[in-house]
């Protein structure tokens, strides 16, 4: 539906040039969605993917197995889209303070999302609402390290930005002017908060979404809070009790249609496209991590079915198995902590998940060796590669 320009423009001057910033009208769009029968069925699809997703906590042996890995892939995935260059395995080998492969500043912008995420769900755990004092404090999180520490961490910005292109005049796209930033997040709160409307939550995260990113409140980090409110949000309603949706993968697999929908709901409010593509989105990334999960469920089976016949060390094998599922890359010291296990009997054990090529160690020294469950980290990995 072709319901025209969704805000209006303002002239304003920044950088020594005066351009045309977008000021988006709040939310719910007018006229309200037009709820096709395809699109209708994509959003009901959109939420069976979500509850079999939500599943995978029964699916899994212990869900946090599956979860601390693929938050952290979530968090590379999310700011590879940025631009740092930290891979899987350097997060975990930077976790376990251990050099990663990349810049140090690469990787704890990375860890900064993984923290963020966490602050986010234990203050919604609290009782506390999705609000815009949640968001400030999410962002003084995830930029409080690493490049973003000097972009005003938690504050709404108070100059003009702008999104493509190398200075205001030729850019992509003009978010708000900073004297409208607060009003066009005081209704985002609103909306958040169903007024002056509820809307059913898929929906819900669909538009903020979108109105998020056209507002662009912050210096930096927009577009990783941008993507990580979808999850929160919908921890938040208990669509999921775990925060397993992250759509930076698709996003950035289809990066071009994801940009060209952005900009045509702006100027002819063409939301519908938007939300097919949306819930495209949901079903096929939805349907991934719970693929994701039986492979590493059929891998922990298969590995365990290898390591039982060895009689008297499979025991301890299984416990270092097991905490590697956890963490997949690991010291022999995290191992005897993680474990309770002596460090001689972790070493004999690394030995044998060495010969059994099940692990692979990381390092040539003989002090503070590093292994990795490569098989994990390798179906961890499937489909990260950026085109």
Request: aromatic letters at 8%.
């Amino acid at each position: 539906m072709n319901r025209g320009l969704q805000g209006r423009y303002v002239s304003t001057s920044t950088a020594g040039e005066t351009v045309h910033a977008y000021i988006p009208a709040p939310l719910p769009p007018h006229p309200p969605i037009d709820w096709t029968p395809g699109l209708s069925r994509k959003f009901e699809e959109a939420m069976l993917a979500l509850g079999r997703l939500d599943s995978v906590s029964t699916l899994l042996p212990d869900s946090s197995v599956f979860l601390y890995t693929y938050v952290r892939k979530e968090a590379v995935l999310s700011s590879m889209i940025e631009g740092t260059q930290s891979s899987l395995s350097d997060l975990l080998l930077f976790e376990l303070d251990q050099l990663p492969g990349v810049p140090l500043d690469d990787v704890r912008e990375v860890s900064r999302y993984v923290a963020a995420l966490n602050r986010g769900l234990e203050l919604l755990a609290d009782g506390f609402p999705l609000s815009l004092r949640l968001i400030r404090e999410l962002h003084n999180v995830l930029l409080s390290e690493g490049r973003g520490r000097d972009q005003s961490p938690g504050e709404f910005r108070r100059s003009q930005n702008w999104i493509g292109g190398t200075r205001p005049g030729n850019a992509v796209f003009v978010p708000p002017p900073p004297e409208h930033i607060l009003g066009c997040m005081d209704a985002l709160e609103l909306f958040l908060h169903n007024k002056p409307e509820p809307s059913p939550v898929l929906l819900k995260a669909a538009l903020v979404h979108v109105q998020f990113e056209t507002i662009h409140p912050f210096l930096d980090g927009n577009g990783r809070l941008g993507r990580l409110l979808i999850t929160l949000l919908l921890c938040d309603q208990k669509v999921l009790r775990k925060p397993l949706l992250y759509l930076s993968l698709y996003f950035n697999t289809h990066r071009r249609q994801y940009y060209e929908l952005l900009n045509s709901i702006r100027l002819t409010g063409e939301w519908e496209a938007w939300l097919d593509f949306f819930a495209e989105a949901v079903i096929v990334t939805a349907t991934q991590a719970v693929q994701t999960a039986q492979q590493l469920v059929d891998l922990r089976k298969k590995d365990h079915e290898r390591i039982t016949p060895l009689g008297r060390p499979a025991a301890s094998m299984i416990r270092i198995h097991d905490a590697l599922m956890q963490h997949p890359i690991a010291t022999a010291s995290s191992l005897v902590r993680s474990t309770g296990l002596t460090h001689a009997t972790v070493n004999k054990s690394l030995a044998h998940l060495q010969q059994l090529g099940i692990v692979q160690e990381l390092t040539a020294g003989k002090r503070n060796r590093v292994f990795s469950y490569s098989e994990y980290i390798g179906i961890m990995n499937r489909g990260t590669e950026l085109p």
